[in-house]
């Protein structure tokens, strides 16, 4: 692997796919690096984020890159349905391997320090199985995210709980905690929050939801069909 690099772009979700695809098209001669933490490509998107029954709050149709359509013969999904977590992962991967990068982006790769060196940058990484090393870039993008590092909060008496306690980043490695769970405490009102309280209950637990009275408060739920089911919702941005 080169240790000098024109642009590295650290996270390969949603966001990093594009900006490395774009830039590419822009300046194929440079040398382009994608890096991403996890084991595979997708983000929030990603095969160690996915659960069963976890649906994004998209409609088919509206989820994209636009250059390669969510194809309803080959993914599944049908108009007026969300779309599955698995699908959303699979499109994503497919779309790397469509644009020839996606055998080139380092899995299980942390950016753990960056420094300014010269006009560029000094990046030190760490492989889960060739360890620490370090490498040079002329430009960076940080395409992490707002959902890569988990707000974990730190209650008085934790350590005498007996129970599960986690983040719902990794609902999908203790999800089968819904088979067995009768009472579940879930803090928060963003859409993870609602997913993993919805499984739970869709379970059969008895869920209590914990919102702060300070901060954002919950995010606004809504129907996907507006105007008597005649409307979209995020189309009533097209309206006058």
Same mark, same amino acid.
């Given at each position: 692997m080169a240790e000098d690099w024109d642009l590295v772009v650290v996270g390969a979700g949603w966001f990093g796919l594009a900006a490395a695809k774009v830039y590419h098209e822009l300046h194929p001669e440079e040398c382009l690096l994608v890096t991403e933490a996890e084991n595979s490509c997708g983000g929030t998107w990603g095969a160690g984020r996915i659960y069963p029954g976890l649906k994004s709050n998209n409609l088919y149709g509206t989820y994209e890159y636009p250059d390669m359509p969510m194809n309803e013969a080959i993914y599944g999904v049908k108009f007026g349905e969300h779309i599955p977590g698995g699908v959303l992962h699979q499109y994503l991967t497919d779309w790397a391997k469509k644009h020839n990068f996606f055998d080139l982006i380092p899995f299980n790769t942390r950016v753990v320090e960056l420094e300014p060196v010269g006009q560029g940058w000094k990046l030190k990484l760490d492989n889960s199985q060739k360890g620490e090393y370090s490498l040079t870039t002329k430009k960076i993008i940080l395409a992490t995210?707002?959902? =890569?590092?988990?707000?974990?909060?730190?209650?008085?008496?934790?350590?005498?709980?007996?129970?599960?306690?986690?983040?719902?980043?990794?609902?999908?490695?203790?999800?089968?905690?819904?088979?067995?769970? +009768?009472?579940?405490?879930?803090?928060?009102?963003? +859409? =993870?929050?609602?997913?993993?309280?919805?499984?739970?209950?869709?379970?059969?637990?008895?869920?209590?939801?914990?919102?702060?009275?300070?901060?954002?408060?919950?995010?606004?739920?809504?129907?996907?069909?507006?105007?008597?089911?005649? +409307?979209?919702?995020? +189309?009533?941005?097209?309206?006058?």
């Open positions: 995210g707002l959902t =890569s590092t988990p707000n974990f909060p730190q209650y008085k008496g934790l350590e005498q709980f007996r129970g599960p306690f986690f983040h719902a980043k990794v609902f999908c490695r203790l999800g089968d905690t819904a088979n067995t769970a +009768k009472t579940v405490t879930v803090v928060g009102a963003a +859409k =993870s929050a609602y997913d993993v309280a919805w499984a739970y209950v869709n379970a059969g637990a008895t869920v209590d939801l914990v919102i702060r009275p300070t901060g954002n408060g919950p995010v606004w739920v809504a129907p996907p069909w507006v105007m008597g089911g005649t +409307k979209r919702l995020e +189309k009533l941005l097209h309206l006058r």
